[in-house]
C-alpha cells in the first residue's frame, strides 16, 4: 500500500475517486487533460485509513457517531474531531508525505485541501463542508494542516450533510490535497451555466481581488459578468464596490485588506480576460460534459513574458441545475418543454416505469423502441416533460395554448405568454411541417365532434354514454391482459391495452363542449350584464362528476362506521394491511360490508399522486382511505356533507333559472335561449371531466398487476431483489432483460439514489433546451399588505385554520378547517369533505383540486409558490376566492 500513500496529479484522474476523492479526482483529470492546474500531489484515502488503523479509530468513531442526530452532532463533532487531532500520523504515512512535499518543493507555500470520496459527486457538492488550510509552508506545518484536514471530516456540518444526503457516515474517506498556493492579484468563480435561471448558453463568472475565499465566504461583492455562449460576447457586466479581500501573508496564513480609491470600483477583469476565462470555461464543461462550477485566479510573473496568467484551482458539476430533458435533442433550435406532472396536479419525482407505463399512454413516440427514441416526451429528475416546441411555431397556438393552460396550472400560462412574447422567439424554435400536420389531423375531428355536441346534440346523455364506454374497455382490457403469457408477451399486451390515443379521440369531444360553453357563459354574462356572479355559482353541485361521487359515498361510509363501535374499532387499528380481511370477518353488518365492497370495486385503484404507477393504491394500502373515514367520524355530523352538496346544488340551478330570467328580462328570449343550452350543456359536460382520468387510473391498476406478474417471476430467477422493484427500471430495459436473463439489480440501486436525489429538486412548470426556467407570477397592487397572491378558481371567503398538508397518506383534515396542499388529485378527495377551503401552490380554473372545490361550494385559491412552506398548520388565515389572494391572521 506504501506507493499508494501519496499520488501526483499527472498520476491521477476520475477513476481514481476512491484513492484521492472528488477534488483530488477533478485536478488530476484537469492536470492530465492539459489545464492550467497548479501541480500538486494527494495524500490519499489510504494513508487515512492507515493512520485510522493505527490509532484504534474505527471503532471508536462507528460506536460514537452511530446515535448521531441533530441535537448531538455538535458534541459528537467535537469528541472525533477532538481525538483525530490528537492521534499520531503513522510514520510511514507520514514519510511519504515528506518525500513528495520534497520532490514538490518544500521551499514553496502550499494550499492543503480535504477532498473527500463523496465530495463533488453527482448528486452532492459537498463544497465548504470540510476544511482547508492556506499559505502553509514548512513539514511540520503541512503535517499539522494534514492531521486537521482529517478531522474535518467529521465537522457539524460535514455530519448534517451526510445525513441529509443519505450517505454512510462510516464509509466516507478523507483525502487530502496538496497544492502549491498560487498568489492571485484576481479570483473568483465561474459557472459554466446561470446558476439564477439554469440557462446553459450563458456563463456567469464572479470576480474580486486577491484569494476567493473573500466571495466564497461572502465577504465582498463581486462583479459579475455574464458571458454568452452562441455569441462569442460578454452579454453583460454587474461593477460592484470591492471594499475588501483577503490575501496571503508572509511566514503563513491571511489577512483581511481593504481596498480603497478608485481600484474599489473598477473593472477587476478586463474584457480580453474575461473572453479568455470564459473559453476556457467552455473546453472544461466540454472535456466533462456538463455544466461545471470553476474556481479560478489570475496572476502575475507566471507566463514567460510576465503576462498575468489564469490558473484554475477547481471543477465541479453543478449539482443545483435542474437537469434537461432527455433523450438530448439533436438540433440546435429552441425547444420548450411542459411539465405534464404540472398538468396532472402532482409535483413529485415519478418512478422510471411509471413514466413509461405515460409513454405508453400518450399519443406520441408510437414508434420507440428504446428510451432513447422518444422525441416527444421526455424525462427530466424524474418528471415528464412534453416537446411543444414545433407546436408553438403556429401563431395560432402560441395565443390558445396559455389559455388552455390558464385552465390547468395558471403560472405556466404565465410562464409561456412571458417566453413565447420574447423578441427573436419564432426565429429559434424549429418549424416542421409534418409535425403541424399531424397535429391538426388529430385535433379537427375532435373539434367538429365537440362542435356538434354543443349545436346539436341532447347533453343529458352524455354521463351515462361514458359509463358505457369505460365499462366496455376496462373489460377488454382485462380480458386482453389475462389472455397474454408470461415474458415479453405480456409485456405487448400491457403496450396495447396502455395505449389511449384512440380513448382520446373518444373522450375529448366529450370534455371540449364543457370547457368552451363555461367560456361562452363567462363571456356572455359578462357582455349582457356586466357581471360573472351566476356562472361561477352555477357550475358548482354537479351530478355525475365520478371524483365527487366518491367523496360522498366516503361520506355515506363515515356515516355507517360512527354508529358501529365495532366498525371504528377496526379503523381505527393501525394494521391497514389486514382492513380489508377485518371488516369481511367482522360478524354482522352486512350492509356496511355490501357499501364497502362496490365503494372498492370502484375505486380500488385511486392513490394520493396516482399518475405514478408505482404509488400503492387503496386496494393495496387503504390507510389514507381508512384515515379520512375516521376523520370525518370524529369531527363531522351525521349526513352534513350530503346536506352541504344538497344545497349547493339548489344554490347553483337557483343560480342557472336567475341567469336565464335576467337575460330574458333585459334582452330577450332568444339570447335567454342562447344561455339556457349553454347552462345545460355546462351542467351535464362539465362532470365527464373527471371520467378520463378514472378510466386511465383503472388502466393502469390492470397494467401494474400485470408487471408486478412479471416482477414474480423475476424475483424468483435472482434477476430482481424485491417485486417492488421493478418500477425502478424503465419498460425497455425490462424488455430486454427478459429477453436476455439478466439482472437488473445493479440498475435497481442506481435508480434509487437517483430517486432520493429527484425528490429534492423543484421541477419547474415550463423549461427550454437551454435549461432556462422561464417563470412568471401575478402583479397586483391592489391587495392587503401581506397577501399571498395567487389565482381565484372558486368564490366566496373563509377565515379558519390552516392545515397543511404534503402527504395524505399521514394526514386528515377536522371539520371547518382549510386544506393547504402542493397540489391535489382525486386521491386526495376524502379530504376534501371536511374542509371548508382550499389553497395549492399548483392548480388553474379546471384541475381537480378546483372543481372539485366548486362543486362543494368552497372557495379557493391555486398558484401561490410554495404555499405550504409560507403556511403553517394551525395558523388562522382568510381564503377570498373572488379576488385570489390569502392573508395570515394569525401569527
Known sequence: MEEHYTLFFNDIDQRDLPLVGGKGANLGEMTKAGFPVPYGFCVTTASYQEFLRANNLPAYIAETIKDAGLETIKTIGSAIRERLRMAEIPQSVKEAVLQALQKSGAQHYYAVRSSATAEDLAFASFAGQQDTYLNIKGEEEVLDALRNCWASLFTDRAILYRMQNGIDQEKVYMSVVVQKMIFPEVSGIMFTADPVSGHRGLISIDAGYGLGEALVSGLVSPDIYTFNKASGQIQSKSIAEKKLAILPVPGGGTEKVAITGEKATRQVLDDSLIQDLAELGKAIEQHYGCPQDIEWCLSSGLSADGSPTLSILQSRAITSLYPLPTPLPQDDALHVYVSLNHIQVMTDPIS??????????????????????????????????????????????????????????????????????????????????????????????????????????????????????????????????????????????????????????????????????????????????????????????????????????????????????????????????????????????????????????????????????????????????????????????????????????????????????????????????????????????LPVREHPKYLIMKLILLCKRAFLAEAKYLVEKGLLATEKDIFYVNFWELYQAIQDNHSLTGLVEQRKEECRHYKKLSAPRLLTSDGEEPKASYQREDLPVGSLIGMPVSSGRVEGIARVVTDPAQASVNKGEILVAPFTDPGWTPLFINASGLVMEVGGLLTHGTVVAREYGIPAVVGITDVTKKIRTGQKIRVEGDAGYILILDE
Open 352 to 685: 422510471p416505469l411509471g413514466i413509461d407505463m405515460l409513454r405508453l399512454m400518450l399519443p406520441f413516440d408510437k414508434s420507440a423502441c428504446s428510451a432513447e427514441e422518444y422525441q416527444r416526451v421526455k424525462e427530466a429528475a424524474g418528471r415528464v416533460y412534453i416537446d411543444i416546441s414545433e407546436i408553438l411555431a403556429l401563431k395560432t397556438a402560441r395565443k390558445a395554448f396559455p389559455l388552455f393552460f390558464k385552465n390547468v396550472d395558471a403560472l405556466a400560462a404565465e410562464a409561456m405568454t412571458e417566453l413565447t412574447n420574447r423578441t427573436g422567439f419564432t426565429d429559434r424554435i424549429k418549424k416542421d411541417e409534418k409535425t403541424v400536420k399531424a397535429f391538426k389531423s388529430f385535433f379537427k375531428p375532435i373539434v367538429f365532434k365537440a362542435i356538434q355536441a354543443i349545436l346539436f346534440k341532447r347533453p343529458e346523455g352524455a354521463i351515462q354514454s361514458i359509463h358505457d364506454y369505460i365499462e366496455n374497455r376496462v373489460r377488454d382490457a382485462e380480458k386482453a391482459i389475462e389472455q397474454a403469457k408470461p415474458g415479453t408477451d405480456r409485456l405487448e399486451a400491457i403496450r396495447r391495452t396502455a395505449d389511449f390515443t384512440a380513448d382520446f379521440k373518444n373522450l375529448l369531444p366529450r370534455l371540449m363542449p364543457a370547457i368552451v360553453s363555461f367560456k361562452a357563459l363567462e363571456h356572455w354574462e359578462e357582455k349582457l350584464l356586466g357581471s360573472r356572479n351566476y356562472t361561477s355559482i352555477l357550475v358548482t353541485g354537479l351530478e355525475g362528476n365520478i371524483t365527487t361521487e366518491m367523496g360522498l359515498l366516503i361520506g355515506d361510509l363515515a356515516d355507517q362506521v360512527r354508529r358501529s363501535p365495532d366498525l371504528i374499532h377496526e379503523f381505527e387499528n393501525e394494521d391497514y394491511g389486514t382492513l380489508f380481511t377485518r371488516i369481511h370477518n367482522l360478524p354482522g353488518h352486512e350492509t356496511f360490508k355490501e357499501a364497502f365492497c362496490t365503494f372498492m370495486a370502484k375505486y380500488d385503484m385511486r392513490a394520493a399522486g396516482e399518475i405514478d404507477m408505482a404509488k400503492d393504491r387503496w386496494i393495496e394500502h387503504p390507510e389514507p382511505l381508512a384515515k379520512s373515514i375516521l376523520a370525518i367520524v370524529h369531527s363531522a355530523p351525521e349526513g352534513i356533507h350530503r346536506q352541504e352538496y344538497q344545497l349547493t346544488k339548489e344554490k347553483a340551478l337557483k343560480a342557472a333559472d336567475d341567469l336565464v330570467k335576467e337575460v330574458a328580462d333585459k334582452h330577450g328570449l332568444l339570447k335567454a335561449k342562447l344561455v339556457r343550452r349553454l347552462i345545460r350543456i355546462v351542467r351535464n359536460y
